[in-house]
């Protein structure tokens, strides 16, 4: 909590949300510099309230949620009185990479909604004052997809079991949720009913870059912690870092992260003047979530066997944590291929569009 208070005097509290609301007021842009320094840590997106899911669901409500919503769910989330999840991803055969699948139902009732079904890998679940549910509303799975406000004390709200993930650093777990009959009424509806896939993107695509932002702060931390070992020490009469195959290490990591900071600038350019938001967030999605992968990898080869510890010691466990904790990076927000498949498309389309303009 000292953290945050400091964080909230500074200035730096909730970067990208409004003035108004207790935030930051900074442009995505200008916040991918906080959140990668606040990345660096991994207490920081804590004590800036930028962490996953909260950070996305912030910028949801913040451009969705009606007035008595975002009184009731926005600003306490807002001031960090309470943590939220968003609740999509499904076992199989529902929702995964495929956002059609949504299996969890929706039920019209007098004044409200029935929500059954079942929920997996809900992140941060576990403590969580409230959830953004997603429920099917239509005639069959994933038909006319809706967002619900759910809190966490619904009496068919039922927490249930942990995974054992590779990574570690999520407040609140990796979570499976059950809805038996949660009663949601119309005011917790959020936006419009069927617009939940709309809804969705409005979210992803800023917190995909979020995701990149904090991770490319892991991944710095990593570099910088293995280069100080690589300067200090000796082997067969001279300085890691004066070897050749060592240096090959150093100057990739020095590129990617290079490469990967100037992507994700030009994303979030793109993202704040709408050009191309879906496919700016996946280019840099599929990148820095591999580029931060590799950076992370060399750092353990620069480490050596202390690149290995996880406990406190010489290193601190820093790049073994992140190691583990990064891998995951590629998976959630969309896989790596899906990425690239909506890409492909969306790059096959406008080749055709552009020879069908060129044909007349």
Known sequence: MDLQTRAKSAGLWSPQLPEQLGGGGFTLTQASALLEAAGYSLLGP???????????????????????????????????????????????????????????????????????????????????????????????????????????ANEGWHLGEHYRTLDAVSVGGHCVVTLADAFVPDEDVLGEVGRGFHYAQVRLAPARLTHCMRWLGAAQRSHDVALARATTRNLFGRTLSDHGMAQALIADNE?????????????????????????????????????????????????????TVHAEGPADGAVARTYADVRAFRIYDGASEVHRMSIAKRAARAAQGNESRAAT
């Open 255 to 307: 590129i990617e992260l290079a490469a990967a900071r100037a992507l994700l600038r030009q994303a979030t350019w793109d993202v704040e003047h709408d050009r191309d938001a879906g496919v700016a967030s996946s280019r840099a999605k599929v990148f820095i979530s591999e580029a931060v992968g590799r950076i992370v990898d060399r750092s353990v080869q620069l480490m050596g066997g202390l690149g």
């Open 46 to 152: 804590l004590a800036l309230n930028c962490a996953a899911p909260d950070e996305g669901n912030v910028n949801l409500l913040e451009k969705v949620a009606s007035e008595s919503q975002r009184h009731r769910y926005l600003r306490p989330l807002a001031r960090g009185e309470v943590r939220s999840c968003f609740a999509m991803t499904e076992p199989a055969p529902g929702v995964g990479s495929d956002p059609r699948g949504v299996t969890t139902r929706a039920t019209r009732m007098a004044g409200g909604w029935l929500l059954t079904g079942k929920k997996h890998l809900i992140t941060g679940a576990d403590g969580a004052g409230f959830g953004i549910v997603m429920a099917a509303t239509g005639n069959g799975p994933g038909d006319a997809v809706t967002m619900f406000l759910l809190p966490t």
